[in-house]
């Protein structure tokens, strides 16, 4: 699915204002029991830029970002309300195919979690689910998530070794490329980088800024500096709610709630 | 002083003890290989029982390695699937929790019962008279809670973070269980079935009631056939045997015996260390 906004696009020079709404919340409510985890959720997230979630802790983001694929559908206490568009297609429809819906959205968690297989096969684990190719194929889709990650060149040598012999990072951009493996166009972070080292966040944040480009990235952060660093959008969250939602820059320099000021300027935590 | 010397008593009791305990299993070790080395012959290995206590074991080992072949052939996959669905499938109500209590207090159960119940229901109601599959399938009775004890345990120790990535990408559960959780899971699942593997190779009880009367003469040929076992063999000749060279027999189908119980007990425990050591650990 290409995108016509920003295939050779200059991130500098690129309005958010102009992008398409790829993913669109439309009144959607989400509870646990009976806690009611979102509440009222109306945001629309563009494409080809990069979307951040803030909020302090237990505020809903990870919930918020997992409702776009439809991860929170394994918690067996969780109900849900309204609707979420993605290109139009409202996902919660009851005849939606959430395995397709998962093909078409890539997800990046907390803690780096390749499975204990060896790298190639990490990335080879959802073109073979869905038969996407063999042999050769497969080889060059690995080849090619692997350099869409930027790991291709430091573990080209060592495909067959097992995942947990690399580094943190290393592990963390096995799971992007396993997420770019199956051709995506929305991938979702969960605050990727919190456990990695400085360098490794770096390169890290630097791979998000290029993968707009490609793909529509939402991804939920701790770290004002990181949101202010790679998003274009920014929302800011608070119990379920989302406060405010707007320009990255606006958001941090011109904030409209008093919630929000008090949450960039670390007045509460 | 008198508190000093008191805690002093304590800790000198709770060496002996230590010491007892640790060094009981061993002593029972060298005491069977010292007692039965002189049986080892490959006439022994590789002939069969004659007049009671005379001759080899051969159809005892074959017998004791089908039983617990055959045994395990029935039981792993069923308790594996069991608690593949137990852990992966069964929401947490009362058929799930009566299952669960009784597949925790049925391991351990008194084999003489299993062994009661394979004769009456197995060998004589379902006529498959005293049979390596009589046999094999009370056998499995016996080996089922722990294989799916261990075969869930190794399940809910696979990190929630696998089945994650995995359903994000798309995967069914089924397909998640079948190339994640599974192939993570298979060397303690393996674990856990060469521990009953032990268990079953041991058994007297059940094998006596249900297999054969433990002097067969023959390996077995057909499911149906009788067969005898190690365990069975040692129990006869040393209550039943009169002579010195039988008694050096039971010992050295002991020694037998333990030999092959421990080669299971050996892979088990391999097969965990390289496990955890690949899981990165
Ligand atoms: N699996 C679950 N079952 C029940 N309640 C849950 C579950 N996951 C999260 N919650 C609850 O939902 C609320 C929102 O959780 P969520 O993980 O979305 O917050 P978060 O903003 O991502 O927090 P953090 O910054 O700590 O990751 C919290 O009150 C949490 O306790
Ligand atoms: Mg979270």
Redesign the pocket.
Same mark, same amino acid.
């Given at each position: 699915m290409s995108n016509t906004y920003m295939i050779n696009g200059d991130a500098a020079a690129f309005s958010p204002r102009l992008a398409l709404d790829k993913v669109v919340f439309k009144g959607f409510n989400l509870w646990?029991?009976d &806690?009611h $985890?979102?509440k009222d959720i109306d945001i629309a997230i563009k494409s080809n830029v990069v979307t951040a979630?803030m /909020?302090?802790?237990? +505020?809903?983001?990870?919930? #918020? #970002?997992?409702s776009i694929d439809r991860m &929170?559908d394994i918690?067996p206490? +969780?109900k849900t309300e309204g609707d979420v568009y993605i290109d139009g297609r409202n996902i919660y429809e009851p005849d939606e195919d959430v395995y397709e819906l998962r093909k078409t959205v890539g997800m990046v968690f907390?803690k780096p979690n390749p499975f204990p297989m060896s790298i190639y096969d990490n990335i080879a684990y959802g073109p073979r689910l869905h038969k996407m190719a063999s042999g050769e194929g497969l080889d060059k889709i690995v080849e090619e998530s692997l350099r869409g990650a930027v790991l291709w060149d430091e573990v080209k040598d060592r495909l067959q070794e097992n995942a947990f012999g690399l580094s943190g990072g290393q592990q963390q951009r096995v799971c992007i490329a396993r997420a770019l493996s199956i051709n995506p166009d929305i991938i979702l972070m969960?605050?990727p980088c919190s456990a990695l080292d400085p360098i490794a966040t770096i390169k890290i944040e630097a791979l998000m800024r290029e993968l707009k480009d490609k793909y529509t990235v939402v991804l $939920?952060t701790?770290n004002l500096q990181q949101a202010a660093r790679v998003s274009e959008m920014t929302a800011f969250?608070y119990i /379920?709610e989302i406060i405010e939602f707007g320009a990255t820059s606006d958001v941090f320099e011109n904030p409209q709630n008093e919630l929000t000021e008090n949450y960039i300027t670390g007045r509460f935590g | 002083m008198k508190e000093a010397q008191k805690e002093k008593a304590v800790r000198g009791l709770l060496y002996v003890t230590v010491g007892l305990s640790i060094v009981i299993l061993p002593i029972i070790v060298v005491w069977v290989i010292a007692n039965g080395v002189g049986a080892i012959s490959l006439g022994f290995l590789t002939g069969r029982p004659y007049r009671f206590e005379y001759g080899g074991i051969f159809p005892q080992i074959m017998g004791s390695i089908y039983l617990v072949s055959l045994c395990t052939l029935f039981g792993a996959p069923l308790g594996i699937a069991s608690a593949i669905y137990l852990s992966e499938y069964a929401s947490d109500n009362v058929v799930t929790r009566t299952v669960r209590f009784f597949t925790e207090t049925l391991a351990g159960m008194p084999s003489i019962v299993i062994g009661l119940f394979g004769l009456e229901f197995l060998v004589y109601y379902l006529k498959l008279k005293t049979s390596l599959l009589a046999g094999a399938i009370s056998l499995s009775f016996m080996m089922l809670p722990w294989t799916i004890r261990a075969s869930e345990e190794a399940i809910n120790v696979v990190p929630k973070e696998y089945r994650e990535a995995s359903l994000a990408m798309g995967a069914t559960k089924w397909q998640t269980i079948l190339r994640v959780v599974l192939p993570a899971a298979i060397p303690g699942i393996m674990t856990g079935v060469l521990l009953g593997m032990g268990k079953a190779i041991g058994e007297t009880a059940v094998v006596w009631l249900t297999a054969g009367s433990g002097l067969e003469a023959f390996v077995p040929r057909t499911l149906k056939s009788p067969t005898g076992s190690l365990p069975m063999y040692i129990y006869l000749i040393a209550t039943q045997g009169h002579t010195a060279e039988g008694l050096q027999n039971a010992f050295g189908a002991s020694l037998v015996l333990l030999v092959m119980f421990l080669a299971m007990s050996v892979s088990a425990l391999f097969i965990r260390n390289h496990y955890l050591r690949r899981l990165g650990s």
């Open positions: 646990y029991g &806690n $985890v979102l979630f /909020g302090p802790s237990g +505020c809903g983001k990870s919930t #918020l #970002l997992r &929170n918690i206490s +969780c907390q969960d605050e $939920v701790h969250m /379920g | -």
